[in-house]
């Protein structure tokens, strides 16, 4: 459905007085509605074209409402399906649900609540359609080399990355571990006019102090216990390209001022060389721990910090921009699918709900890891689902109870039951968070499940 043009709405009803009702609220409100009164001819407009929603009836005559709708689907998936019933059946409602149904109403239909229903309906299906949409042009305005991400914080970074990648600017880069770090350094040289020459990555903190120095800068055979060979560093290395430090945070005061002085001077010496080197390397420097609050503590020298922050970019953490995750998963899914030769059909609204209300503490690298392990160990033939998720984010994602919609005159009993049902379902079945999210004690929980057949 285009946003511009009228939503088609298939209306299906034997009562013609209620079908003009509907009719006529609806299409005072921009919708364009045909209505037929049997399922024989609802099939065949069906057939004829496509439809962005369907209200019917669920025993109409000659058909019945549920093999409707899965015709329905089955010429769009997308499409907002309304049951009607002439009495509240929760059985048959919730049933409806589970098979895709959109919205379930008990007649006397309340009509401005069936219109709210369906526009929230079909602004749900825009969404999954513009997330279609998306994964179709993963294009330049949304990801940048293997970043993914939509939200507006990654494209400020994509903008900023486009900008300063051809110059040959020192960069600093900022963000706690996993959010991408490395991913942004590839990305800007990959970007700028040396993309043809190396890019060399030195991570400061995984080796010893004095590796790092002739890591770095190299060294001749003899200058200090262990240099049996000439060393060439990864200054060298990087000559005419770009030269990535991860962590920069953990160079030692002395490392600092050599640094400052390549950076200035783009000149060195090999460790017990007296031939000073002169290289062309562009520096791009990452940390997770935060350089300005070190330089105030005199942990980090002022004048490196300044001299590496020509351009800042700081990486924001996952659980800020959570709208990034659905995309990554889908994206990790896929990947992790042809990683292990695996095939999986995508993962469940529910699931990734759940996923994006956990924390991040690793950000996507514990995404990227999480969904890999669930992929690995998911049963094929269907999609991941809420119980693929390992249970510690399972439990710790704090389920937000969605809009339960209760008839009304419904009995207490009745209301209890397709709240815990529905709390149940949100919670991914697991009863204990159920419990709590309820405020009920797990004994009663379990009673009343047995008590209404609650699955
Ligand atoms: N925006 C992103 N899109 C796709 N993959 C990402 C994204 N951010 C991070 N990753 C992946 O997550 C993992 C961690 O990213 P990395 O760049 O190493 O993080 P950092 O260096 O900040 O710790 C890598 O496997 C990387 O490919
Ligand atoms: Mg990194």
Known sequence: MSTDSQAAVLLVDRDPGLARDIMGFLEARGYEVEWVDDGEKAYNRLDSRVFDALITELNIHRVNGMRLMAVAKDRNPEICVVLITEYPDIELAIEAMRQGAYDFQTKPLNLAKLEAVIQRGLGHQRLVLEQFELKRRLDE?????????????MVRVYDDVRQIAPTRATVLIQGETGVGKDLIAQAIHNN????????????????????????????????????????????????KGTLFLDEAGELSPALQAKLLRVLE?????????????????????ATNRPLEAMVEAGQFRNDLYY?????????????????????????FVREACAANDRSIDGITRNAVDMLMRYDWPGNVRELKNIIEGMVIMARGGRPLDVHDVPEHIRRVSTPQVGEIRIPAGARMSEVERIVIG???????????????????GLRTLYRKIKEYDIR
């Open 265 to 285: 001077h783009q000149q060195f010496e090999r460790l017990g060389d007296s031939k000073t080197k002169t290289v062309d390397v562009r520096l791009i420097a």
């Open 307 to 331: 001299r590496l922050r020509v351009v800042l970019i700081n990486v924001p953490s996952l659980r800020t921009r959570r709208e990034d995750i659905p995309l990554l998963v889908d994206h």
């Open 192 to 239: 700028s006019p040396r993309r043809d020459a190396p890019f060399v990555k030195l991570n400061c903190a995984s080796i010893s102090e004095s590796l790092v120095e002739s890591e770095l800068f190299g060294h001749v055979a003899g200058a200090f216990t262990g240099a049996t060979q000439t060393r060439v560093g990864r200054f060298e290395l990087a000559d």
């Open 141 to 153: 305005q949304y990801s940048l080399g293997k970043l993914v991400g939509k939200s507006r914080q």
């Open 422 to 440: 529905e709390t149940m379902k949100v919670c991914g079945y697991n009863k204990e968070a159920c419990a709590t999210t309820l405020g009920i």
